[in-house]
């Protein structure tokens, strides 16, 4: 390959990978505002904010659903395991407002 094809296949191969990460960013917003109405629902209730039993189920179906698409099944969890971090402190700031409420 000439430094112009190797060029252009880097751009290409990078516009790809951009385009990824928009949608990667677009579904975690939507998955955040349904966790955020999760929340509501789990204060209006009572409910903990964390529900470690489902988020053990949810490691799990993740770990395989990334082997069955060959990405290392641990750095898939490590991802789940972040985000669900995320929600649960939201999850806490929501009941926290709804007691001070």
């Not at 966790?35 to 395989?64: F, M, N, S, W, Y």
């Amino acid at each position: 390959m000439t430094a112009d094809e190797v060029r252009a296949e880097l751009d290409s191969l990078r516009g790809s990978i951009d385009n990824m990460d928009s949608a990667i960013v677009h579904l975690l917003a939507e998955r955040f505002k349904v966790t955020q109405r999760v929340g509501e629902l789990k204060a209006h209730h009572g409910l903990p904010p964390a529900d470690p039993a489902r988020e053990q189920r949810q490691i799990e179906r993740l770990r395989a659903l990334a082997a069955d698409a060959r990405l290392d099944p641990e750095f898939a969890e490590k991802f789940l395991t972040f985000i669900v971090s995320e929600v649960v402190r939201h999850h806490e700031r929501i009941a926290a407002e709804r007691d001070r409420a």
